[in-house]
Nanobody, 127 residues
Framework: QVHLVESGGGLVQPGGSLRLSCAAS????????MAWFRQAPGKEREFVTT????????DYADSVKGRFTISRDESKNVVYLQMNSLKPEDTAVYYC????????????????????WGQGTQVTVSS
C-alpha cells in the first residue's frame, strides 16, 4: 500500500505560479513512476506529467510543456509540480498518482495504469 497526500493548491492569477507537493508513504520502494493528473469540472481526468522514480526521466503533456516542471526528492519521498505561467484553462483538481506495477522503461499516460492516488488539490487560475 502507498498513501499519497497532495498539498499546495490554491487561487492564483493568470501568469502566476504555484508549487504542488505530493508526499508518499508506505511501500514506496516499489515505485516505478509518479505522475500528476488533473480533472476540470465536466471533463475526464487527464495526464499532466510523469517522472520515473529511479532515473528521474520525465515527460509532459503538450499543454503544459515549458510551463510545468515535475521533480522528486527521493530522501523525502516527495514529488513536486512547479507550475509557472498559469492559465485559466489550468484550473482543475490536481491528483498525484503512483505506479508500482510496471518495469518496462516506458512512460505511462493513462489513469488506469496507476495504482494509487491522492485525494486531490484544487488549483484555480482566475483574475
Amino acid at each position: 500500500q502507498v498513501h499519497l497526500v497532495e498539498s499546495g493548491g490554491g487561487l492564483v492569477q493568470p501568469g502566476g505560479s504555484l508549487r504542488l507537493s505530493c508526499a508518499a508513504s508506505g511501500r514506496t520502494f516499489d515505485t516505478y513512476a509518479m505522475a500528476w493528473f488533473r480533472q476540470a469540472p465536466g471533463k475526464e481526468r487527464e495526464f499532466v506529467t510523469t517522472i520515473k522514480w529511479n532515473s528521474g526521466s520525465t515527460d509532459y503533456a503538450d499543454s503544459v510543456k515549458g510551463r510545468f516542471t515535475i521533480s522528486r526528492d527521493e530522501s523525502k519521498n516527495v514529488v513536486y509540480l512547479q507550475m509557472n505561467s498559469l492559465k485559466p484553462e489550468d484550473t482543475a483538481v490536481y491528483y498525484c498518482a503512483a505506479d508500482l506495477t510496471h518495469y518496462s522503461g516506458k512512460f505511462y499516460y493513462r489513469a488506469n495504469e496507476y495504482n494509487y492516488w491522492g485525494q486531490g488539490t484544487q488549483v484555480t487560475v482566475s483574475s
